[in-house]
């Protein structure tokens, strides 16, 4: 990959490339190597927005060098540029060569507009390899490269078609340092859109090349001599959102402003203290009515009054508008800090200082993360004794909270007779002809996650007991028992044993498992 200065969105083009191509040597699976397709479609908008950029690039130092007189020197320096964009230009077209002769070799385009052949790991390195295609493709490249150090004598600009022991990712590779150019992009299993995103990122070395040598080239005229010719208000306040209450404060000021300029400024009519060609906008922040998420646009119009040379004096205006956000009392509970393993535990994270910017994504060490459908909701599902949350916004890591992490409190076993609960101490006053065996959940759990605190006996054995003999045994399944066959030969003085089997919990998900910490196991109901 070419170096320059490039864009973050052409950086991450690049770095989405060089992962990509680094899985390819690892053969990994074709499933992986169809992002190609993004790769190339991502690669060939941004080298069209650039290839329009060096065009203005061209232009604007053609207008320089009017502007100074057309000078000789001047004039030789613009032929430079004129000849650095033929070059580009030519390459460009020759790799678009390239790359619509391979689409044809694999079968074209569909009516979609999807390459046929778009897995084809035969055609690449046959074209490029076999044929030697890709040997001469690397000339032309370093022939380009060698031109523009040339024309601009800058040794900075480095080959663009290089072997693997001249990319640092593959340079200590055993099975890859060995392999030159051609075969390194084009060689065995490379699919056809891999292909294509080499061309492509080809393309953008390309430009990342010519962008240097007429940055290099302009500085010769000037070109790249920053000229004002708006002068506008700017304000830049400390942050958008502000609680109601407090100050709004924001630095106000001439965008291109002179050290020969004394401005007066105010807001709404109110006058702003000037220093250094500053003001500072200080009040407190109002509003009277929000909107659902709690916040309420305001606006202020900000004046700048200054006297141009010449003596005319002049006033630009602008509206400035701000978010005031309602405020908010944020309650954390102590249980926070301990979470339940395998349950569905229910946080709201927020981070205020980011305002209407916060878009929150989490990430899960020693569990999982399931983002909820509001903004800052997450349900964190422990898989371990610990779980850290990672927080982050914007792509960028705000921080991370560790929690611990509790196993869920055993059920309790109880026995329901008419609706009520059976008193174990006293019995029954003859043999109940049904019950129900229940599985209460401990309190505070049940309060702290309800979804999950959901348990159900599936299985249990009762047996009518007889002077401590067996009479008769049954085996139902599910909490609601029919006992009419034991109470039936049920006499005062018998004891019904109930032995639970198999308790079971119903999760947040609504998915179903065994839960084998309960208790008491044996349960007996004396018959009286």
């Known amino acids: 990959m070419a170096g320059g200065k490039q864009s973050p969105r052409d950086k991450m083009i690049g770095m989405m490339y060089l992962v990509l191509t680094a899985l390819l040597a690892l053969q990994v699976s074709n499933s992986v190597l169809e992002k190609f397709i993004f790769i190339n479609q991502a690669f060939e908008t941004t080298n069209k927005e650039n290839v329009s950029e060096n065009v203005k690039k061209v232009e604007s130092i053609q207008k320089a060098v009017g502007d100074a007189g057309n000078r000789e020197k001047d004039l030789a320096v613009l032929d430079k540029a004129k000849k650095v964009r033929e070059a580009t230009k030519t390459i460009i077209e020759e790799l678009d060569v390239y790359k619509e002769e391979l689409i044809q070799r694999t079968g074209g385009v569909d009516e979609n507009g999807n390459y046929l052949g778009q897995k084809d790991i035969d055609a690449p390195s046959a074209m490029f390899v076999n044929e030697k295609k890709g040997d001469e493709l690397k000339d032309n490249l370093n022939e380009y490269s060698s031109f523009l150090r040339e024309v601009t004598g800058d040794d900075a600009i480095k080959n663009i078609a290089k072997d693997a022991n001249e990319i640092s990712v593959f340079k200590d590779d055993p099975n890859q340092n060995k392999k030159g150019f051609a075969e390194l992009n084009f060689g065995h299993s490379t699919p056809m859109v891999g292909a294509l995103a080499s061309l492509s990122q080809l393309q953008s070395d390309v430009i990342v090349e010519e962008t240097k040598a007429l940055a290099t080239l302009a500085r010769e005229v000037g070109a790249e001599d920053l000229k004002f010719d708006q002068i506008v208000p700017m304000v830049r306040p400390e942050s958008r959102v502000v609680a109601a209450g407090s100050e709004y404060v924001a630095d106000m000021f001439i965008a291109a402003s002179s050290s020969a300029v004394n401005p007066a400024m105010t807001y709404d009519g109110n006058e702003v203290e000037v220093i250094d060609g500053m003001g500072k906008v200080k009040f407190t922040a109002r509003a009277s009515s929000y909107d659902k ?69 989490f990430g899960t060490k020693g569990g999982q993360s399931i983002k909820g459908a509001n903004r800052g909701d997450v349900t964190i599902v422990p898989k371990s004794a610990n779980v850290t949350l990672s927080v982050s916004s914007g792509g960028n890591l705000i921080g991370t909270e560790s929690f611990k992490v509790k196993r869920i409190p055993k059920p309790e076993i109880t026995v329901y007779s008419g609706g009520r609960e059976v008193d174990l101490k006293r019995g029954t006053k003859g043999a109940p002809r049904s019950i129900k065996i229940q599985a209460v959940p401990d309190e505070s759990f049940a309060q702290f996650l309800p979804k999950d605190a959901k348990f159900r006996v599936a299985e249990s054995e009762i047996t009518l007991v007889r002077s401590g003999r067996a009479v008769q045994s049954l085996r139902p399944k599910g909490p609601d028992v029919n006992l009419s066959s034991l109470a039936s030969q049920a006499r005062p003085g018998d004891a019904l044993v109930i032995e639970v089997k198999k308790v079971q919990r119903r999760n947040f998900k609504g998915e179903v498992e065994d839960f084998p910490n309960f208790g008491p196991r044996i349960l007996t109901v004396r018959i009286n």
């Open 293 to 361: 998420n709690g916040m309420s646009l305001q606006s202020f119009i900000g004046a700048i009054k200054v006297k141009l040379p010449g003596g005319r004096d002049t006033t630009f205006t602008d509206t400035i508008e701000y978010i005031v956000s309602k405020p908010v009392i944020q309650i954390q509970s102590a249980s926070v800090q301990a979470l339940y393993l395998n349950c569905g535990n229910e946080l709201t994270v927020n981070v205020p200082a980011l305002g209407t910017a916060y878009n929150p994504t």
